[in-house]
C-alpha cells in the first residue's frame, strides 16, 4: 500500500486489525521529504491495507526537529523518492518479515499468500460471530478419531467458524496430529463473507525440509484424514508463521487463491502437524514413516473473517 507522507495520519486511522509478523521496522524521516512515498509490505509482498493485532503497534511521532518517527510491528518498508527526488532510501531497521509462507518446494505445495484480494477493498465483518442459526451440534464431532495418532477433542473446537477470534495457543505433542473440528454453515446463512483465514504466529525457528520434520496444515471431512481436493487446502512450511486463507465463494478467482469448503453446511477439521515432507525430505518418508519430532511445536492460531 503506498502512503504520501503529507496523508499519512488519516491513512493510519484506517488500519485494519490482524496479528502481524514479529519484525519490527524504525523509520525516521525528515519533513523536507514530504513528495517521498512509503510503501508497506508483508512476508507476502504489497499489501492493501496495513491490518494489526493484539501484540501489534504503528506510531507515528513529530520530535522537536522536526522529524517524524514512523514505528511498525511486524512490516518492512521502503522509502522512494518521488520524481526528481533522487533515488530510493534504506529503511534499514526492518530486519525479518518472519519468515512465513516459505515455499519448501514439494509437488503441489503452495504456502504463499494465497489469499490475495481479488474483489478490492473487503471488509472486516466486525470482530463477532456471524449468526448461523442457532446452537451447534457437536455430538458427531471427532468421530472415528485414532486417539494414539491425533487429538481431537469436542471441548476443543473452531465454532463458530465464521467468527473473528483472538489468537488461541496450540500445542503439537508426542507426534500427535492436533484436529479442530468446526461445523461449516451453508452458504446462505454466511453470504456476506467473502473469504476467512488463519494467522499463524509461532516462536519455534524454521526447520530444514530435507532433514527435518516441518510445519503442516490442511483441511479434512475426518480428523486427521486425507487433504480436502482443491489448491490451497494443504499447506507446508518450514515455520508456523503463514496466513492460510479458505472460502465458500465459488467463483473461481476465489476458488483458485484459498481453500474452497464448500457451499453445504457440514462438519469439517482442521489439522496441524510436523512430518516429514516426502518430496524434500533425504530418506524415506511415507505414510509409514512421518519421521515426526517428539519435541513439543507450539504456535499460536488467530482467525478473521472478511465480508465483501
Not at 527526488?85 to 504463499?112: E, L, M, R, Y
Not at 478419531?145 to 469436542?154: G, K, M, P, Q, T
Amino acid at each position: 500500500m503506498l502512503f504520501v507522507l503529507a496523508s499519512i495520519i488519516d491513512s493510519l486511522r484506517g488500519v485494519d486489525m490482524r496479528k502481524g509478523s514479529a519484525a519490527i521496522g524504525f523509520l525516521c524521516l525528515a519533513t523536507g521529504l514530504s513528495a517521498a512515498t512509503l510503501t508497506v509490505k508483508d512476508e507476502t509482498g504489497e499489501v492493501g491495507r496495513l491490518e494489526m493485532g493484539s501484540g501489534n503497534s504503528v506510531a507515528l511521532l513529530s520530535e522537536s526537529n522536526g522529524n517524524l518517527t514512523l514505528t511498525l510491528d511486524g512490516y518492512y518498508v521502503t522509502i522512494s523518492a518521488n520524481a526528481g527526488g533522487g533515488g530510493t532510501v534504506d529503511t534499514g531497521g526492518s530486519t525479518d518479515t518472519g519468515g512465513g509462507g516459505t515455499d519448501t518446494g514439494g509437488g503441489g505445495t503452495d504456502t504463499g499468500g494465497g489469499g490475495t484480494d481479488t474483489g478490492g477493498g473487503g471488509t472486516d465483518t466486525g470482530g463477532g460471530s456471524t449468526d448461523t442459526g442457532g446452537s451447534t451440534d457437536t455430538s458427531g464431532y471427532c468421530a472415528g478419531n485414532d486417539d494414539a495418532l491425533a487429538d481431537c477433542r469436542v471441548d476443543g473446537v473452531f465454532d463458530p467458524w465464521i467468527a473473528t477470534a483472538g489468537e488461541v495457543p496450540i500445542w503439537i505433542r508426542d507426534k500427535k496430529t492436533e484436529v479442530f473440528a468446526f461445523t461449516l454453515p451453508a452458504r446462505t446463512d454466511a453470504e456476506d463473507v467473502r473469504y476467512g483465514y488463519l494467522q499463524l504466529t509461532t516462536p519455534e525457528p524454521k526447520r530444514d525440509p530435507v532433514t527435518q520434520d516441518i510445519f503442516h496444515v490442511w483441511w479434512s471431512e475426518t480428523p486427521n484424514g486425507s487433504p480436502l481436493s482443491g489448491t490451497k487446502c494443504e499447506i507446508w512450511a518450514v515455520q508456523a508463521r503463514d496466513t492460510i486463507f479458505w472460502t465458500q465463494d465459488p467463483d473461481p478467482a476465489y476458488r483458485s487463491a484459498a481453500c474452497y469448503l464448500g457451499a453445504d453446511p457440514r462438519v469439517l477439521y482442521l489439522n496441524f502437524e510436523t512430518r516429514c515432507l516426502p518430496a524434500r525430505y533425504n530418506g524415506t518418508c511415507d505414510s509409514d514413516n512421518l519421521r515426526k519430532s517428539s519435541a513439543v511445536y507450539q504456535f499460536d492460531a488467530a482467525r478473521v473473517i472478511k465480508g465483501y
